[in-house]
């Protein structure tokens, strides 16, 4: 049920002044409904490992690329290790999710990766396909298959046309290879333990269709088709932030699609959002509250409360870092929010993993 107080038309009246004023409408919605966002549990560790990638693509929240310098070097991998290992009894952390840019593209992934595997942790890949033909990364298949790799793969649509417009020419083909060479590798094989699963963004400025419906279509079409086979479809509202906000304001219709997202917005997605149970680490050891919130620069904590209007570069540097924190410092917090939080709640809901419901 919508809480009492909610009016669409006034949301989309207001949106503009709100961003302007620096008010946070998300969490004015919550209150509306009475409710809370707080980190109730740790279980997932999700790592950025650089803006470095081989790709630009439009939709891109991070603004990752070739020429990003931004990378978490071993050092700082390390000291995440450390404070891994000195809170193993006290962290329910199953799941490490490594995110980029292009996270093979770290030259510690293979030693990171094994790091990871040694602690008996579920690790995650998210992959943008077009990096397993890279000579360069030759191994990088039979590898994360030895490892048993979860692999998360962008595919934004099953047509050739909206993945190139969106990813840039060239890259549907190329990213129909690199699935075919993860099947034969086992990957999203029925009965096998290698998962494949694959991610839908919206080309353009709608939101996602229903996850389920879109799945049974990828499933057909990429079978009939070229024979591939995969796990599951997550379906991914972009964010209205960074990249994706440029193209936006570029067409004139950042404050229309706010006002959808704001109208869109689904108070029963709130209790199953992602930040809830993940923390996002930056390439030099930051806390954020997600992944979203590191690319506007909204830190978990620093010695002042960092935001969109910071230098990034700076603001990864100066924040506290993970392993100063203890492990009840990150649990029973409220979360930072924002306008962009909506792109979590509307319709069906968005996360790392696809719709809430």
Known sequence: MLGPHY???RMSRTIHLE??????????????DGQTLMRD????????????????????????????????????????????????????????????G????????????????????H?????????????AHADLVAFMARHEIEIVASL???????????????VYDESIEALRILNDAGYGRPGSALRLDL???????GLPPDQQALEDEYRRELR?????????LWTITNMPIKRFEHALRRDDMYDAYMSRLHEAHNPHTVDAVMCRSLISVGWEGSVYDCDFNQMLQMSVEADRMFGPGDDEIQVERESRKLWTFAPDELVNRPIRTGGHCFGCTAGAGSSCTGALG
């Open 156 to 170: 934004p649509c099953y047509l050739e046309d909206n993945v190139d417009a969106q990813r840039g020419n060239g």
């Open 7 to 9: 009016n669409p038309n």
């Open 224 to 232: 009939q088709r070229f024979g591939i086979e995969f796990n599951r």
């Open 123 to 135: 690790v995650l890949d998210r992959c943008n396909l077009t990096i397993l033909l890279d000579s």
């Open 102 to 121: 292009a996270p093979e593209m770290n030259p510690e992934f293979r030693r990171m990766v094994r790091a990871l595997k040694h602690r008996g942790l």
């Open 19 to 32: 961003l302007q004023t620096g008010e946070d409408p998300f969490a004015r919605r919550l209150a509306d």
């Open 199 to 205: 991610v839908y963004n919206p080309v353009g400025y």
């Open 41 to 100: 549990a740790l279980t997932t560790l999700q790592l950025n490992l650089g803006k470095l990638c081989n790709l630009a693509c439009h939709h891109c929240h991070v603004e990752a690329g070739p020429k990003r310098p931004e990378i978490m070097d071993w050092a700082v991998f390390a000291r995440i290790l450390d404070w891994l290992d000195r809170h193993c009894d006290a962290l329910p952390i199953e799941v490490v999710d490594l995110t980029g």
